[in-house]
């Protein structure tokens, strides 16, 4: 039983426009949120968190936000530039940190 | 310095050989992991070093043994592989900021033929 879903497996928007990638989960044991981005042939680079104590945490172009009640989390872009063109996978963790569940991840593609 | 580094980048063994990943970081964490991730699928925890001792194994078979001499290295020896163990491992280790943030290196592509 998958506990993190994203069930959009891709994406595609116009350069400038707003990305937003969604992720659902249904452990209530989760407390902390991170997105990370990969590139074919590298390692996931982490982008943005939310601890479950808020409802959005801003970074740049990157905004995640988070609604406990209905166990949904999104990220948005803004402006979408073609270099944002990746892989993005949804994570949740419990407090106590041990390990990280992942999505199954979301392919953006962002045309210039 | 947020770097994990991986080696090798790219490796092929037979389903025979013996062979070694190694995973390093200087950044004073002291939990590190090891996922591994097959194409279009997330990463799949395999191992959790906390304190140079193995916490989480989430029943990997015997063919994989990770070993962590010390904080900054952990190693993931490989024997008698199958071809279905193809994938790309990845190391990680975790922040000391947040307690949970995982800084992943960039993997090695292993193929067993």
Request: hydrophobic residues 30%; glycine residues 6%; proline residues 6%.
């Amino acid at each position: 039983d998958q506990q993190v879903k994203q069930n959009s497996p891709s994406l595609s928007v116009q350069e400038g426009r707003i990305s937003i990638l969604n992720c659902d989960y249904t452990n209530s044991m989760f407390d902390y949120f991170l997105w990370y981005k990969k590139y074919p042939a590298e390692g996931p680079t982490f982008l943005i968190s939310i601890s479950s104590i808020k409802d959005k945490n801003e970074d740049g172009r990157f905004t995640v936000f988070l609604n406990k009640s209905a166990k949904h989390l999104s990220l948005h872009i803004v402006p979408s530039q073609p270099g944002d063109s990746a892989v993005y996978f949804c994570a949740a963790s419990d407090n106590a940190g041990n390990m990280l569940t992942f999505g199954g991840g979301t392919r953006l593609m962002v045309k210039p | 310095d947020t770097e994990v580094t991986q080696t090798p980048k790219h490796l092929v063994m037979g389903m025979t050989n013996k062979k070694s990943l190694k995973c390093e970081q200087h950044m004073g964490h002291r939990a590190m992991y090891w996922y591994k991730q097959k194409a279009k699928k997330p990463p799949e925890l395999m191992f959790v070093y906390s304190y140079e001792k193995l916490s989480i194994n989430e029943s990997v078979p015997s063919r994989f043994s990770p070993e962590c001499p010390n904080s900054s290295l952990l190693n993931l020896h490989l024997h008698a592989l199958q071809p279905e163990d193809s994938a790309l491992y990845l190391c990680a280790s975790r922040s000391t900021l947040d307690g949970i943030t995982l800084h992943f290196g960039n993997g090695t592509r292993l193929t067993v033929t």
